[in-house]
């Protein structure tokens, strides 16, 4: 069976703050690494009320501290809003404190609307085409210092950093081929080129010094509960939020709300179906049922899985149920 792991938005749940949310984030880390999942990421996002996550190399460094051998890392940085140098020194940072546990995941969105996004970068002249060229000038500060170099990631240099390029299109499969690095897919909220840009990235890799055929990791949202019934009143915060924010009114991770399904209009039951069309929600038969379609579905090499869930103890508990049923299927195979 497929490795498991986890991408944590750090959800601020509405009648708490981000304080208790990032509490909350190094709790399920050291959760999740009990239940062996693989790695722990948390993503870039600003202005958003419900997200705690923003200054991500800040949190990545509270989750590892918090924990010991779970690999941790982001999911990613949105390069457009950083000089490579600065990403370079906060992981070289971040690995120096935590050997052989950290990775980069890199995307070029900004991760938040045009306010915030010119309030980080003063200005909108950049061009997406400097995303590749970004890239591996980041990827160049984690290479061995030579001779002579006069600019340098201190820490950074040397250091043996995974990088992954991550994406919702095509755009970043064929970049992720070209350079031959892990693929990361956001399937969890945009999964409408989801196969095609598994193709690209599968057909037209190149192997690399750092990786040495594809592997493609996928984002799915799993909601699991005791009951398909718990489950889908939980999820029903995910739900919330999304509408919430495609029609901007972005808040806090909703409370749950009863039978939520029969409240949503046309327009948001279609804006739903294509974003979380991925979206696993029920107890532990439908989770194994749901998992293994997908990943037939895909040929996925990885999964990476969210879960907005406003109660702490039952988004711990959606993960734990997870994690027995990835196990069984593990045996099973």
Known sequence: MIPLSILDLSPVPDGS????ALRNSADLARHAEGLGYGRYWMAEHHNMPGIASAATAVALAHVAAAT????????????????????????GTLAAL???????????APGTDQVA???????????VDDFPRDV???????????????????????LDIPVWILGSSTYGAQLAAMLGLPYAFASHFAPQMMMDAIAVYRETFRPSARLDKPYVMLGIPVVAADTDAEARYLYSSQQQAFLN?????????PRPVENFDARIDPRGRMMLDNALACAVV????TVRRGIADFVAHTGA?????????????????????????HGEMAQAA
Do not use: W
């Open 136 to 158: 591996m000038e980041l990827m160049r500060y984690f290479d061995p210092e030579q001779p002579g170099q006069s600019l340098r990631a201190v820490p950074g240099a040397g």
């Open 245 to 253: 924010l495609r029609r901007g009114q972005a808040g806090k991770l």
């Open 282 to 285: 029920g107890g532990p038969e």
């Open 68 to 91: 010991k051998r779970i690999t941790v890392g982001a999911g990613g940085i949105m390069l457009p809003n950083h000089a490579p140098l600065i990403v370079a020194e906060q992981f």
């Open 117 to 127: 996004a010119q309030a980080m970068r003063r200005n909108l002249a950049g061009d």
């Open 17 to 20: 703050d981000a304080g208790q």
């Open 301 to 325: 090499d990885a999964l990476m899985v969210t879960a907005q869930i406003h109660d702490h103890a039952a988004r711990k508990r959606s993960y734990e149920i997870l994690a027995a049923v």
């Open 98 to 108: 935590h050997p052989g546990r950290i990775e980069l995941g890199l995307g070029r």
